[in-house]
């Protein structure tokens, strides 16, 4: 395609694969990165990222300016035109020439020739509407601003009951925004903005690849790392990390760590994250958590970081407010089952990355109520500025607020 950019190209199949292939946003994205140079990648994120991200929105744009619907377009066309209709509704500095001739070269590659002119008409159009449109898009109900902010309603609708009308705008706001980068220090010393609060946890500019291969700092959210520290794990203890994969939180732990994955690449990918952050006390176990090896048994902690529907981490990955379901069956007998291979006195906590009661403290006030543990009140008075908005005692990490991704985490303790 020597007549589109090549960031644009790239941008291109990485639409058309989450769409029609359903293929994961950065997984696609990462087989296209290495023919680009580093403008080329940044720019190739943004663009792939920001169309995945607005689809609804885009959409709507598409079908009101280009009067078609989206699902009647050849799906090379639909991914042209939504591709389009980004760089000109949410993006300063693209010249509406390229972002209109782009799209229809991008439609003609795709042997399409047939809808160049359509193509054509409806990207000029958008060109000189798109941004007008959204911009005038209303957000004062649940069902407006999921429009407006390019979400399904349901999470519109958890924001609204979690947080409130002017919370909710805000935080589906930030998360169609760059996240910031965050590492964690393993050793060594690093170039960027040390957390004031969390240590170990910097921000940084980017992730500095040797240091990464060296094992030196491991890319993870200050909200993640404050998950790592609420256990509490130290040395001569016995930790039980429930659903470990990827390892940032394991390899934090102090003492002897069971980190538990159920997918076997997952657990490989794991024994290799300990490998290179050194965390020579993490062993890997490949089993499901709520039906482990009769032998782990009376751990002094665990750690539940649960499945989830990851609404607090929607800045990140793009394409999952499309696929994102609530797990509260799941995580209620996966904390179930840490709690009984703890032992009395022993502490769980149980974090979710999402802002959804019915993942989080819901969960918690279930498996307390089957008794045998209660929820430990200290955990907000050593992290006062996250503490949970209606429950001090239980944390709830916000984007729009703490500008890093959505956590929450409580710790309870075994009677």
């Not at 990462?30 to 680009?36: D, H, K, P, S, T």
């Not at 203890?237 to 659903?243: A, I, K, V, W, Y």
């Not at 994969?245 to 980190?259: F, Q, S």
């Not at 503490?387 to 991704?405: A, F, I, K, N, V």
Request: with cysteine.
């Amino acid at each position: 395609m020597s007549d589109v950019a090549p960031a644009r190209a790239a941008a291109f199949r990485v639409l058309r694969r989450v769409f029609e292939d359903g293929a994961y946003a950065d997984r696609a994205l990462r087989a296209e990165e290495a023919a680009l140079d580093d403008r080329d990648r940044a720019l190739a994120r943004r663009l792939a990222y920001g169309a995945v991200q607005r689809k609804r929105t885009l959409d709507h744009a598409i079908e009101t300016l280009g009067r078609r619907r989206v699902r009647k377009l050849d799906p090379p066309v639909a991914a042209a035109l939504r591709l389009g209709a980004y760089q000109v509704a949410f993006m300063d500095g693209v010249p509406r020439y390229a972002a209109v001739n782009e799209s229809v070269e991008l439609v003609r590659h795709a042997g399409l020739e047939r809808a160049v002119s359509f193509t054509n008409a409806v990207m000029r159009r958008l060109a000189e509407g798109a941004r007008g449109l959204t911009d005038a898009l209303p957000e004062g109900t649940p069902a407006e601003a999921a429009l407006r902010h390019s979400y399904p309603d349901w999470i519109a609708e958890t924001f609204w009951a979690e947080l409130g009308p002017e919370e909710a705008r805000a935080l589906l706001a930030a998360q169609n925004e760059e996240p910031e980068t965050a590492v964690r220090l393993v050793r060594g010393t690093i170039d960027g903005r040390a957390d004031p609060v969390i240590p170990g946890a910097w921000v940084v500019d980017r992730v500095e690849q040797q240091a990464l291969a060296e094992g030196r700092l491991w890319p993870q959210s200050r909200a993640s790392q404050l998950v790592g520290l609420a256990v509490g794990a130290r040395a001569g203890e016995r930790t039980l990390d429930l659903c470990a994969a990827p390892g940032g939180k394991a390899t934090m732990l102090a003492g002897d760590v069971d980190a538990v994955e159920v997918d076997e690449a997952r657990a490989d990918a794991l024994r290799a994250t300990a490998a290179r952050l050194g965390a020579e006390r993490v062993r890997v176990v490949h089993a499901d958590g709520r039906a482990l090896p009769p032998a782990l048994q009376g751990y002094d902690r665990a750690l539940v970081d649960a499945p989830c529907s990851g609404l607090g981490v929607l800045a990140s990955r793009p394409d999952l407010r499309w696929r994102a379901t609530p797990l509260p069956e799941l995580q209620r007998e996966l904390l179930g089952a840490a709690v009984e291979r703890t032992r009395p006195g022993g502490t769980v906590v149980y974090s979710v990355c999402t802002v959804n009661a019915a993942e989080s403290e819901d969960v918690v006030d279930a498996v307390v109520a089957d008794g045998g543990v209660t929820v430990d009140p200290t955990l907000g008075d050593e992290w006062p500025q996250y503490r949970h908005r209606r429950r001090p005692e239980l944390l709830q990490t916000l984007p729009h607020r703490d500008g890093t991704s959505g956590f929450f985490v409580a710790r309870l303790t075994r009677l």
